[in-house]
C-alpha cells in the first residue's frame, strides 16, 4: 500500500469523500451490491459543509489533527453542541447522516495509504443519537406570538429582519438572508407586495421558483428595509450562521425555551396562521383525520368514502398544498404536514 505524509484534516475530508462519490450512479443499484456513497451534488455539497463543520469544531475544541483521531466522544459531543445551539432536530439528523458518509468515505480513502485500514478507529456510533422525524413523533415546533415577540426584542436590528421574514413568509432561514429587493414586487391582485423568486439558484433550497404574497402586517417594515437599496442589494446584511446564533441568544435572554425549534420554529408557526385563514374547522378535523392515516400507515384517505368526506378532503388537500407551495415544498407532502401541522 502506499504511504504518504502528512496532510490537513480539511484535506482529508475533501479526499475521504471524492473516494465515495458516486455522482451520476444508480444508488438502488450501488445499495444492492453494496457499495454506495454519495450520488448528488447537493448531497456532496451538504456533507462537505456539515463535516468540515464537525472537523473544525474537533480541532478548536479538541486540537484533532486527522479524521484517524476522531473518536465518539467527539461525535456525541458535537451532537450535543449542536441541540444547544438550538439546530433543529432535523438538521441534526442530517448531520449524522454525513458524519457516517464521512467515516465510510475515509475508510474508503484509507485503503489506499494504510497497510492495514481495518484497525482505523470507528468515530460514529452504531446507533444514531438522533430519529429522523417520519410523522410518529411529530408535535406542534412553533414560537408562539408572544415568544417571537420576545425573540425579537433580543435580536439585532439585522437578525429580527430575518426572523419576521421567517415568521411572517415561511422563509428558511438560508433564504431569509439571501432574498434580494428585486425579488419583492407589486402584487398583481391589488395593493401591496409578492415575494417572486423565478431562479432560486443560491437562495431557495434546490433553487426552486417561490412566489408568496407578502402579509399586510409586514408591508411597512418591507417598505423601510427596501428604501434606498438597489435592486441587487439583500434585504438582510448578516450571515444565516449570525441569524442562528442571534436567535438561540436571544431565547436565553428572553427565556424562551427552544426545545429544538431554532430558526425553523418560525416556519412552524407560519403554517399553522395558514391553515387558520386557508381552512374551515371541518377542513381543519379532515386533515388531522388524515395525519392520523398517515401516522398508523395508511393511505391518507384511508375510509372517506361519503361524498360529503371526498370533498371535504380534496378542499383541505388543495389548501395544504397551498401552504407548501408557500413553504417551498411539493406537493401531496403528508409527511411534512404531519411536522408543520400536527398538534
Not at 103 to 113: I, N
Not at 120 to 132: A, D, Q, V, Y
Not at 296 to 311: C, F, P, S
Amino acid at each position: 500500500m502506499a504511504r504518504r505524509g502528512r496532510t490537513s484534516i480539511v484535506r482529508e475530508i475533501k479526499e475521504s469523500l471524492q473516494a465515495i462519490d458516486k455522482i451520476g450512479e444508480s444508488k438502488r443499484e450501488a445499495m444492492k451490491v453494496g457499495t454506495n456513497g454519495i450520488h448528488s451534488k447537493k448531497q456532496m455539497a451538504n456533507t462537505m459543509s456539515d463535516a468540515q463543520n464537525f472537523v473544525k469544531w474537533c480541532r478548536s475544541e479538541h486540537g484533532v489533527k486527522s479524521i484517524n483521531e476522531l473518536n465518539e466522544v467527539h461525535y456525541v459531543s458535537y451532537i450535543a453542541y449542536l441541540s444547544e445551539k438550538g439546530v433543529s432536530q432535523g438538521h441534526r439528523v442530517n448531520v449524522e447522516t454525513s458524519l457516517r458518509l464521512l467515516e465510510k468515505g475515509f475508510k474508503e480513502r484509507s485503503k489506499r495509504f494504510e497497510d492495514n485500514p481495518l484497525t482505523l478507529i470507528r468515530f460514529c456510533p452504531e446507533k444514531r443519537l438522533e430519529t429522523s422525524l417520519r410523522g410518529s413523533d411529530a408535535k406542534n415546533r412553533s414560537y408562539t406570538d408572544a415568544e417571537v415577540q420576545l425573540i425579537r426584542e433580543k435580536c439585532s436590528d439585522e437578525v429580527t429582519k430575518a426572523v419576521d421574514l421567517m415568521r411572517e413568509m415561511g422563509l428558511r432561514v438560508k433564504e431569509a438572508v439571501n432574498v434580494r429587493v428585486e425579488h419583492f414586487v407589486p402584487n398583481d391582485i391589488g395593493n401591496g407586495w409578492c415575494l417572486n423568486i423565478e431562479k432560486g439558484t443560491g437562495i431557495t433550497k434546490g433553487g426552486r421558483f417561490r412566489q408568496v404574497n407578502v402579509p399586510q402586517s409586514l408591508e411597512q417594515r418591507l417598505e423601510s428595509w427596501i428604501a434606498y437599496k438597489s435592486p441587487e442589494e439583500r434585504i438582510v446584511n448578516v450571515s444565516y450562521s449570525t441569524v442562528r446564533d442571534g436567535v438561540n441568544a436571544a431565547c436565553k435572554r428572553g427565556g424562551v425555551e427552544q426545545a429544538g425549534r431554532g430558526c425553523h420554529g418560525f416556519r412552524h408557526a407560519y403554517a399553522r396562521e395558514r391553515m387558520n385563514q386557508l381552512m374551515t374547522s371541518e377542513q381543519k378535523q379532515m386533515i388531522s383525520r388524515v395525519l392520523e392515516n398517515r401516522k398508523m400507515g395508511r393511505v391518507a384517505d384511508y375510509g372517506i368514502l361519503r361524498e360529503h368526506d371526498k370533498q371535504l378532503y380534496a378542499e383541505a388537500k388543495k389548501a395544504m398544498d397551498q401552504i407548501h407551495s408557500e413553504l417551498g415544498h411539493g406537493k401531496n407532502r403528508w409527511g411534512l404536514a404531519m411536522r408543520y401541522m400536527s398538534d
